[in-house]
T-cell receptor, first 111, second 116 residues
Framework: GQNIDQPTEMTATEGAIVQINCTYQTSGFNGLFWYQQHAGEAPTFLSYNVLDGLEEKGRFSSFLSRSKGYSYLLLKELQMKDSASYLCAVRDRTGGFKTIFGAGTRLFVKA | EPEVTQTPSHQVTQMGQEVILRCVPISNHLYFYWYRQILGQKVEFLVSFYNNEISEKSEIFDDQFSVERPDGSNFTLKIRSTKLEDSAMYFC??????????????FGSGTQLSVL
């Protein structure tokens, strides 16, 4: 089976940097995704890692260590609009391909 | 930018009734999915669909659920006899492929199902 753990909530200040951690266990790892979800809306894609290391995309970066089953999402220069849930998701190729989501981390950005 | 469209945006039904949730995936995508999200909980995988058949389904996707691609554009989720616990936001998603690297999911805006 799969298991994805991430903190439930985090609070950070506008302009600051925040790191959201994710640990996972899966038998058929085929990539790790981060999605952003605002309340009442659909998830939207932020980043993807399949190899170890850091992927940078503007204010957002994501890191993966496959041997540790660990990823983080780094958000820089936080803006109020970044207040949302951040979902760590793992694609699993066991028995076909599906993407499994963690419970999400609710980020509150304060002024 | 192409998008996944879902109808209706809200559906209210009585317990025991059948509902059909509709989705139009992005036209050149090959893999289709249904997810659900109960209020305050995580996005849960229900089913994936490829080449006109179910590719994988979760334990949630029991005999009361079915999916269909009735024509070249629509993808539907049918819930045969709704229960109170089926109340959730149902998201349809599609992807160009499933096994290639960085194939993200494109989500529709969801159908909020309320079972009374």
């Amino acid at each position: 089976g799969q298991n994805i753990d991430q903190p439930t909530e985090m609070t950070a200040t506008e302009g600051a940097i925040v790191q959201i951690n994710c640990t996972y266990q899966t038998s058929g790892f085929n990539g790790l995704f981060w999605y952003q979800q605002h309340a009442g809306e659909a998830p939207t894609f932020l980043s993807y890692n399949v190899l170890d290391g850091l992927e940078e995309k503007g204010r957002f970066s994501s890191f993966l260590s496959r041997s540790k089953g660990y990823s983080y999402l780094l958000l820089k220069e936080l803006q109020m609009k970044d207040s949302a849930s951040y979902l760590c998701a793992v694609r699993d190729r066991t028995g076909g391909f599906k993407t499994i989501f963690g419970a999400g981390t609710r980020l509150f950005v304060k002024a | 930018e192409p998008e996944v469209t879902q109808t209706p945006s809200h559906q209210v039904t009585q317990m025991g009734q059948e509902v059909i949730l509709r989705c139009v995936p992005i036209s050149n995508h090959l893999y289709f999915y249904w997810y659900r999200q109960i209020l305050g909980q995580k996005v849960e995988f229900l089913v994936s669909f490829y080449n006109n058949e179910i590719s994988e389904k979760s334990e949630i996707f029991d005999d009361q659920f079915s999916v269909e691609r009735p024509d070249g554009s629509n993808f539907t989720l049918k819930i045969r006899s709704t229960k109170l616990e089926d109340s959730a936001m149902y998201f349809c998603a599609s992807s160009p492929t499933a096994g290639a690297t960085n194939e993200k999911l494109f989500f529709g805006s969801g159908t909020q199902l309320s079972v009374l």
